[in-house]
C-alpha cells in the first residue's frame, strides 16, 4: 500500500473518548499536502495511529453545518 502523509494543522476539539485510551476528533488535517481539511476520526493517544474518518471541503464542511443547524436531535434521536 501506498505511505501517505498528513500534518494536523490545527487540533479543535475532541468529540469523545474511549476506555482505550483512543479519541473522536475534529481536527484540520492536510493530507499527502494537499489543502488542510475537515476531518473527523478515531486517534490513538498522541496521534500515534488514526481510524477510518471523513475528510470535508469548505463547501461540503458548510453544508454539513447547515443541515445540522435546521435537524431537531430529540427527534433524530428520540428523546434521551
Known sequence: MAEFK???KKEIGQLSSSKSG????LNLVSWNDAKAKL???DWAPEHAKMGK???????EAAILRE???EMNLDEVFGQE
Open 6 to 8: 498528513y500534518e494536523i
Open 39 to 41: 476531518d473527523i476520526r
Open 67 to 69: 443541515m445540522l443547524n
Open 22 to 25: 483512543w479519541s473522536r476528533e
Open 53 to 59: 474518518g471523513v475528510s470535508l471541503n469548505r463547501e
